[in-house]
């Protein structure tokens, strides 16, 4: 790599497995219905996802935003604890393993703007609630995240969550906006977004030109990758480029072209 440039990575990636997918009973006794947890499988693929991640992306994640829906938060978590782990064994960690946590590593912080679609295309009217209060404490969430790592001092890019019933294009390009921005505001760091499958498809979409997204897997990411010009002390930064290998990473496209008479695919697949 040259002195004057180097690249900054950005991986966009899907939650692990909700319980109300599993479990369609799970929403008749949820004090939350519009917020489902992870079950035991999306836990293990989470942490699973992040060695994966810790492999793969040179140098390391540095910071991770998460959506503030708790399927995002234990996904990130656990990520977290796979980017941290000492020992390097995949196989002689499972999720539920104490881990020795090094802070120094990467800081974690949650941003609205990474939240899920708030429309009936992604959560049910019936199981939103009523007064439009999703009930979100920032301070319960970054409770749950491993000590030491939160950065409480990040001015998020959103400060309230979008409008209920905001339109499956405004959500997209909300999604687009707060990756440009984040990114643009630590052009030196490698980020990790934790979202759902819709900000997963946003990214791909929007930096992979002429193509449909039509499924993200759980857990499922996205990486991008731009160069960082470094011209008489001052930062220059090129567009992003997607690096992945069809299907391989969960993310299934084709051709915008091939889409265009083929019914779109429910949201809520992607949620």
Known sequence: MDDDVYYQNVVVMR????????????????????????????????????????????????????????????????????????DDDAN????????????SKLKVSIEYGLCEMLNREAIRPDLAPKNGDFGFSISELEALQ??????????PVYKELPKWEETVMGARARYVNVIKKLADKYPTENLLLV????????????????????????????QLRRPIFIQNKSLKTGEFQVLMNHGQTGVSYLPASAMRDTPAPGSSAMS
């Open 92 to 103: 002689a960690m499972s999720s539920t393993d104490v881990l020795s946590i090094d802070p």
């Open 195 to 222: 979202t759902h499958g819709e900000g997963v498809g946003a990214a791909v979409s929007a930096f992979l030109k002429d193509v449909t997204v039509y499924e993200v897997d759980y857990c499922a990411y996205t």
């Open 146 to 155: 491993p000590a030491g790592l939160v950065d409480d001092t990040v001015e």
């Open 15 to 86: 939650h692990g497995d909700r319980i109300d997918n599993f479990e369609p009973l799970w929403v008749s006794t949820a004090t939350r219905p519009w917020d489902p947890p992870l079950i035991d499988d999306g836990l293990v693929r989470a942490f699973r996802t992040g060695h994966k991640l810790r492999a793969q992306i040179r140098p390391p994640i540095h910071r991770v935003f998460v959506s503030p829906f708790i399927r995002c938060i234990q996904t990130a978590s656990q990520v977290i604890a796979a980017l941290c782990a000492i």
